[in-house]
């Protein structure tokens, strides 16, 4: 990789395959630790200005985690105009990530601006400077604008996709025609994961974190061993994986790609298609009434809550204490500290792989990190003799 290393991926060979695996470098979320001694007006301002990536994941997240704690929460039609741009934030990064994987001489530059803009036209039509306001505010959503937005997502998408994003009940037989015979950028992308040395690359035997894991969550987090599980968070002392794999594995098409290629490479990049079209399917053509709304009174000072968001590189969290007003404490898990726990999802797939051509190995490598989550800096080094 050209970018500034964040993360080491050093892989051991012996005896012509990797051997073990081992990951330096790898920095604890600490964005947190600045909301401390804050309101949860202030914390939310903070939040927006320090995340660039999965920014509206992370405001809802702590929006959400204050109403909880706080016993203020948003009318239905807040939390609905919350989903939508969350949905449009996760096809966004889906499609950036996919653009990012191809070469300069595969795409136009007009492909990724296009999706730039369509996404912040959203959040220009949605009124997202007020979506997250603590207590909420005035909303002024604007339908018009709503309606042109999408209409740019579509084309956007229907470039990148072609008939994929239309499809309303795809096969892998479908996928496999569509990869052969249409021009747009994922069905080239898609074909190439589908050689036989891509397809089921990255295989691995990892846990997915489950959608019911509040409860013991909060034991964890509030008590004297939280520092530790964020260094390396567990599920019941196993390391567990959280994306738009795990999202969509029971998923007919995702099983049957699973079924004929394993879950590496090619399901996993599969996935974050179909995370895409059904996203789009699900925005509402029309924007929903909404009247004006005025703040409301915050009822407590004092509360606890925990707030699980899906992003678009997996399950976030965000544990937040507030004691007279003023954040006493606050927690965040990020994907990324599930997806790279040091004996998890890349031990699992990379242990074991052939390392004969180093060279085909390095780029399988990078791409499947990439497909993982494009925004860890990282560099790979194969070392002989290393376990």
Not at 146 to 156: I, K, N, V
Not at 325 to 348: K, M, V
């Amino acid at each position: 990789m050209n970018r500034k290393s964040e993360l080491s991926i050093r892989c051991g060979i012996a005896d012509g395959r990797i051997a073990g695996v081992k990951l330096h470098g790898r920095a604890v979320q600490t964005v947190d630790k600045l909301a401390y001694g804050k309101t949860p007006q202030q914390a939310i301002q903070l939040f927006s200005l320090m995340f660039a990536l999965c920014g509206h994941a992370h405001q809802r997240a702590a929006v959400n985690a204050f109403e909880q704690a706080l016993l203020a929460p948003a009318p239905p039609a807040v939390g609905q105009f919350r989903a939508i741009a969350g949905s449009v934030e996760i096809i966004k990064e889906h499609a950036l990530n996919l653009l990012l994987n191809l070469s300069s001489g595969e795409i136009t530059p007009e492909l990724p601006q296009a999706m730039l803009a369509a996404a912040q036209a959203f959040g220009k039509a949605l009124d997202s400077s007020a979506l997250y306001q603590f207590p909420y505010g005035t909303l002024a959503p604007d339908a018009s604008a709503y309606e042109q937005a999408l209409c740019a997502l579509s084309s956007g998408l229907h470039a990148m996709l072609g008939d994929f994003l239309g499809w309303t009940h795809p096969s892998l037989t479908g996928v496999g025609e569509w990869q052969r015979d249409q021009a747009c950028v994922a069905a080239r992308y898609m074909q190439h994961y589908a050689q036989t040395e891509w397809a089921g690359f990255g295989q691995a035997d990892t846990q997915h974190l489950p959608s019911t894991a509040t409860e013991e969550l909060e034991a964890v987090l509030s008590g004297s061993n939280a520092e530790a599980f964020l260094a390396a968070p567990h599920w019941r002392g196993k390391p567990c994986e959280t994306n738009a794999y795990t999202r969509l594995a029971v998923h007919p098409l995702i099983r049957e790609a699973v079924t004929t290629h394993g879950n590496g490479l090619y399901a996993r990049s599969l996935a974050r298609l179909l995370e895409i079209r059904l996203l789009f399917d699900s925005l509402p053509r029309q924007l929903p009434t909404c009247s004006k709304l005025s703040a409301c009174a915050v009822p407590a000072a004092n509360g606890t809550a925990l707030v699980q968001v899906e992003a678009s590189r997996g399950r976030l969290l965000h544990r937040v204490e507030v004691r007279d007003g003023l954040i006493a404490a606050y927690r965040i898990i990020a994907p990324t500290q599930w997806n790279f726990h040091p004996l998890g999802l890349l031990s699992s797939a990379l242990t074991g792989q052939d390392a004969r051509d180093e060279e085909h190995l390095q780029r399988r490598i990078e791409a499947w990190v990439a497909t993982l989550d494009p925004c860890v800096a990282f560099n790979v080094l194969l070392e002989h003799g290393v376990q």
